[in-house]
């Protein structure tokens, strides 16, 4: 089964500074998709970013970035200028199949930001 | 606008009482999914449904049951049988072939045991 991992439980980053959360994940699979999903205090799970595996170049939403490094199995999300609303927990996941032509997502355990004023 | 509908929002469940906590799209989505969060742990699968009148258990189906008699319903019955039921519960939709776009969330149900 793929995991996903998040090593970094907590972090802080400045206003309008540059924070960097990290993911690992493990899998056999030579095509497959990540997510970066954002949880506000409300709870509202929205999704960020995705990556296509096949796809050598990182994506980019306005202020959020990825890294990814398929040889190292790294997808890790870059924050610019940090502003207070982005102050959250924030999963990344792997879609995983899950037979019968269907996926799931795997979550990892979330890094809580703070965005410090 | 379409989306996802949980509800209620909070709920209190006695010990020994069983609870069945709602789920509703009208994205026309065949696949979704129940999942529990608790603190530390991230989203922990339950239960999962890609088509009607069939579902799989997740990663922590235990004491959990589900029906899926309606492409736009899911209800999820948290039974007895789970030991420790206090949890914020969310449930998710998406296309059920390839999931590109990742899920569409709901707002959730924190589900606290008295």
């Known amino acids: 089964a793929q995991t996903v991992t998040q090593s970094q439980p907590e972090m802080s980053v400045q206003e309008a500074e540059t924070v960097t959360l990290s993911c690992t994940y493990d899998?056999?699979?030579?095509?497959?998709?990540l997510f970066w999903y954002k949880q506000p205090p409300s709870r509202q799970m929205i999704l960020v970013i995705r990556?296509?595996?096949?796809?050598?170049q990182n994506a980019t939403e306005n202020r959020f970035s990825v890294n990814f490094q398929k040889a190292a199995k790294s997808f890790s999300l870059k924050i610019s200028d940090s502003q207070l609303g982005d102050a959250a927990m924030y999963f990344c996941?792997?879609?995983?199949?899950?037979?019968?032509?269907?996926?799931?997502?795997?979550f990892g355990k979330g890094t809580k930001l703070s965005v410090i004023p | 606008d379409g989306g996802i509908t949980q509800s209620p929002k909070y709920l209190f469940r006695k010990e020994g009482q069983n609870v069945t906590l709602s789920c509703e799209q009208n994205?026309?989505?065949?696949?979704m999914y129940w999942y529990r969060q608790d603190p530390g742990q991230g989203l922990r699968l339950i239960y999962y449904?890609?088509?009607?009148?069939?579902?799989q258990k997740g990663d922590i189906a235990e004491g959990y049951s589900v029906s899926r008699e309606k492409k736009e319903s899911f209800p999820l019955t948290v039974t007895s049988a789970q030991k420790n039921p206090t949890a914020f519960y969310l449930c998710?939709?998406?296309?059920?072939?390839?999931?590109?776009?990742?899920?569409?969330f709901g707002s959730g149900t924190r589900l606290t045991v008295v």
């Open positions: 449904s890609h088509i009607v009148n069939d579902f």
């Open positions: 994205l026309n989505h065949d696949a």
């Open positions: 996941a792997y879609r995983s199949y899950s037979g019968a032509g269907s996926y799931q997502l795997t």
């Open positions: 998710a939709s998406s296309l059920r072939t390839g999931n590109v776009y990742g899920y569409t």
């Open positions: 990556q296509e595996a096949y796809k050598q």
């Open positions: 899998t056999s699979e030579s095509d497959y998709y």
